[in-house]
C-alpha cells in the first residue's frame, strides 16, 4: 500500500483559512510576518500607517491580503479599521518605535510618544480585536516585545519601560482570557531591519560599520537576527501545533538573555 500523501491542509504550521492583522506590517518583522503567514495560507491584513507601503506588500504576498491604514495612538483610527472586519483570528501587535537614552537623556516628549507608540497602540489595537478574537475559534494574539523588556539594557530608559509593560500586558491578557483566546509574546534581540539602520544613521552616521559590529557582539552567537526567524517563531504560536502554549514570553535573541 502506498504512502499517503499528506496535503498542504496535512502539513505543520498552517492557517488556511484564517484572518491575521498585523500592525506595522508594511517593513521590517511585520512585513516579514505577513509574508510568513501568507505563505502559510492565511489572508493577512497588513496594517501600517504607511497605506502605500502596505498595499504594495499586499499585492506581492497575494492570498486576498489588504491594506489597512491605521495610526495605533489614534482611538478613532483603530476602531476605524477594527469596524471594518467582520472576521480576525489573530492579531499581531508589532507596531512600535525606539529611543536611545539614559532618564537623563529623555525629555518628557520623546517618553510620551514611546508610550503612546509601544504602550497605549498596543491597548487600543488589542481592545478593538477583542471582540471578533473571542468569535473565533481559534484566536491568538503575539505581541512583539523585547529582550529590553526582561533585562535593563544602557541608554534605553524609556523603551526598556514601554517593552516591560507589553510583557506585563501578554500575561494579564492570558490570565484573563485562558480557554477562549491564546495570548503570547516574542521578545527578540537586535534584529536587522530598517529600524536599526535608522539608529545608525541617526546616532552613528560616521560610524556605521565598527557600531554594527558592536550591535553583531552584543548578542553571543556573533551575529543580529533576521526578521524571518521571528516571523516564523510567530507563525509558531499562531498554529494550531501550538495550541497549548498560552502566556508564553519566548526570547529570540542569540543567547543575549542567557548570559
Not at 501587535?93 to 525606539?98: P, W
Not at 509593560?165 to 534581540?189: E, F, H, K, Q, W
Request: aromatic share 6%.
Amino acid at each position: 500500500m502506498s504512502a499517503k500523501v499528506p496535503s498542504a491542509c496535512d502539513a505543520p504550521f498552517r492557517l488556511d483559512g484564517l484572518t491575521a492583522l498585523v500592525t506595522g506590517g508594511a517593513s521590517g518583522i511585520g512585513e516579514q510576518t505577513a509574508r510568513v503567514f501568507a505563505a502559510a495560507g492565511a489572508r493577512v491584513l497588513v496594517a501600517d500607517r504607511n497605506e502605500r507601503a502596505a498595499q504594495e506588500l499586499s499585492a506581492a504576498v497575494g492570498g486576498g491580503a489588504c491594506a489597512v491604514k491605521i495610526d495605533v495612538t489614534d482611538p478613532a483610527s483603530v476602531q476605524a479599521a477594527f469596524s471594518a472586519l467582520d472576521k480576525l483570528d489573530i492579531l499581531v501587535n508589532n507596531a512600535g518605535v525606539g529611543h536611545v537614552g539614559s532618564l537623563e537623556e529623555c525629555a518628557f516628549d520623546e517618553w510620551r510618544e514611546l508610550m503612546r507608540v509601544n504602550v497605549d497602540g498596543v491597548f487600543l489595537t488589542t481592545q478593538a480585536a477583542l471582540p471578533l478574537l473571542l468569535r473565533s475559534a481559534c484566536g491568538s494574539i503575539v505581541n512583539i516585545g523585547s529582550v529590553a523588556g526582561l533585562v535593563g539594557v544602557k541608554r534605553r530608559f524609556a523603551y526598556c519601560a514601554s517593552k516591560g509593560a507589553v510583557v506585563m500586558m501578554t500575561r494579564s491578557l492570558a490570565a484573563d482570557y485562558a480557554g477562549r483566546l491564546r495570548v503570547n509574546c516574542i521578545c527578540p534581540g537586535t534584529v536587522d531591519t530598517p529600524f536599526v539602520e535608522a539608529y545608525l544613521e541617526k546616532y552613528h552616521k560616521h560610524e556605521k560599520a565598527e557600531m554594527r559590529e558592536q550591535l553583531n557582539a552584543r548578542q553571543p552567537v556573533g551575529r543580529l537576527g533576521r526578521p524571518e526567524e521571528i516571523a516564523h517563531m510567530a507563525l509558531y504560536l499562531c498554529s494550531r501545533e501550538a495550541e497549548f502554549v498560552h502566556g508564553s514570553v519566548q526570547t529570540i535573541d542569540g543567547g543575549w538573555t542567557a548570559l
